[in-house]
C-alpha cells in the first residue's frame, strides 16, 4: 500500500492513497497535526518505513493492516529530525527544536486489547481520571462539505467503564483542544 502525504503550513496534513502503476490518487483525507508548518521526513525503525512529522505537535505516521495510523510524539515544537545511527546510538533520531538537540530513539507499539468507540471524529487527546471513572477527549470534526472547509473542535468525557458520553463541551471559533 503507497500513500501520498501533502504537509500544508497551517498544521494541516493531507493523505491519499496511491496507485503505483497508474499514478491515480483516491481517499483524499486531512486531518490537523498542529497549527504551525509542517515538514516530513522518512526514517527506518525495526525494518518499517515511518514518516515524522515536525512541527508544533510532532507525530509519527506509520502503516498498519492498510491503515494510516498517528502517534503523538511527547515533544513540542520540533522543527527538524533526522535518522542518527552510530555506536552509541543505533536506530536513533536527531530532533532539533529551538535552542536544543535531543537524540533518542521511537518506543516499540505495544500490543494491546483495544475497543473501538465510534466519535465520527479524529480524537487528538485523551486523558484518564481514576476518581471521577471518565476519560476526557479532545476532538476535531472536520467538515469537508462546506462551501469553506470547516472544523469544529470538542471536548468530551465519556464513563471508563460503559464508554458512554456523559458531556460534550464545543469549543469555540480559533481555539484547539
Do not use: W
Not at 497535526?33 to 515536525?54: D, E, Y
Not at 543505533?90 to 465510534?118: C, M, V
Amino acid at each position: 500500500m503507497s500513500y501520498l502525504l501533502c504537509a500544508l503550513g497551517d498544521g494541516h496534513l493531507l493523505n491519499f492513497m496511491l496507485n503505483t502503476s497508474t499514478g491515480e490518487l483516491t481517499d483524499r483525507k486531512k486531518v490537523s497535526l498542529g497549527t504551525q508548518p509542517i515538514t516530513l521526513r522518512t526514517f527506518s525503525s525495526k525494518n518499517t518505513t515511518h514518516v515524522f512529522a515536525a512541527s508544533d505537535r510532532p507525530t509519527v505516521i506509520y502503516s498498519s493492516n492498510k491503515k494510516l495510523l498517528y502517534s503523538n510524539v511527547n515533544l513540542k515544537e520540533v522543527s527538524h529530525m533526522c535518522p542518527f545511527n552510530s555506536a552509541a546510538f543505533p536506530d536513533s533520531l536527531a530532533i532539533a527544536k529551538e535552542g536544543e538537540l535531543t537524540i533518542g530513539t521511537i518506543d516499540d507499539i505495544q500490543k494491546l486489547h483495544i475497543r473501538t468507540i465510534p466519535l465520527g471524529e479524529h480524537a487528538r487527546r485523551i486523558c484518564h481520571q481514576e476518581q471521577t471513572r471518565t476519560f476526557a477527549i479532545c476532538s476535531l470534526k472536520y467538515n469537508p462539505a462546506s462551501a469553506e472547509e470547516s472544523e469544529n473542535h470538542f471536548v468530551r468525557l465519556l464513563d471508563d467503564q460503559t464508554f458512554d458520553f456523559i458531556s460534550v463541551y464545543p469549543l469555540d471559533t480559533y481555539e484547539y483542544g
